[in-house]
């Protein structure tokens, strides 16, 4: 071994002695030895950078976790506002169904016979022949002719009757006929339905009364009520309102066109009277 290198390791073994020993006094004194701020230095910037990533993914980690929590309870909610949505709409028809039961009931009280409310459920799709389909029958009383109203006025007569459902002809329809008068004149007529008319503009569904005498006392906006005279509607229901009149040059008849109050596209219930 050569000289130099030899003298090198006799210089070590007693550094290293020197510093147990420095290390063994270190713990009676309150300053930290040197090698240790040395050590402390060296290592300590990755000390801090492993415990800053730690933290990092750590706080990544439980910030998914939230969100992931969050989500679920986003849907929880939506799905609860959903029901709720639901149920109000239900709610809400509900209570528009009982409003118009109650005008019905309030409407059988003034009427004579026994009243029996039915529910609308179809509409005729035929243009050529305008009725409603409902759900009561021959095992509920119902007859042929019987007049069907509700609270805003007059919709028609029972047609042809099965055991547990019934034809309503519309008095719009072509082969309907209503005596009927003019409420401010008194001016007696027949209504009858205008299909062609009711064809072109369905959303008014236009009737007509006939039979009307060129000197009669009609204007537009009279009210058109039952006369009670052909045996089949109870007298004084509302019918509707006079729109236009149409006079003849030749005739002896004038016409005037009807705007029913019953808008029987909404029809949902309707009230039945049994004598």
Do not use: C
């Not at 402390?40 to 993914?57: D, E, M």
């Not at 016409?255 to 219930?269: C, H, I, M, Q, R």
């Amino acid at each position: 071994m050569p000289s130099g290198t030899k003298l090198k390791w006799q210089w070590a073994g007693p550094l290293f002695v020197g510093l147990f020993f420095l290390s063994l006094l270190s713990g009676r004194t309150l300053r930290v030895p040197w090698y240790e701020q040395w050590i402390s230095t060296v290592f300590y910037p990755l000390q801090w950078t492993a415990h800053a990533v730690g933290n990092g993914i750590s706080g990544v980690w439980h910030h998914y976790i939230y969100l992931v929590g969050v989500q679920k309870t986003n849907e929880a909610l939506v799905r609860q506002l959903q029901d709720l949505h639901g149920r109000l709409i239900g709610y809400e028809e509900t209570k528009l169904e009982n409003q118009r039961l109650h005008s019905l009931l309030g409407l059988a009280e003034t009427l004579n016979g026994t009243p029996i409310v039915a529910r609308v459920i179809a509409h005729e799709p035929r243009t050529e022949f305008q009725s409603i389909l409902i759900n009561k029958g021959r095992e509920d009383g119902l007859l042929p002719n019987l007049p069907v109203v509700t609270s805003e006025g007059l919709v028609g007569r029972v047609g042809p009757v099965t055991a547990h459902q019934a034809q309503v002809l519309l008095i719009t329809d072509a082969n309907s006929a209503v005596d009927v008068i003019v409420e401010r004149s008194r001016v007696r007529a027949l209504l009858v339905g205008d299909q062609k008319q009711a064809v072109l503009k369905h959303d008014l569904l236009l009737a007509r009364m006939e039979y009307l005498r060129q000197l009669s006392d009609v204007q537009t906006d009279d009210v058109v009520v039952t006369s009670g005279l052909d045996k089949i509607f109870p007298k004084g229901l509302p019918v509707g309102t006079v729109q236009k009149i149409v006079k003849s040059k030749y005739g002896i008849f004038q016409k005037a066109g009807v705007l029913p109050f019953v808008d029987f596209s909404t029809l949902e219930e309707v009230l039945l009277l049994i004598p």
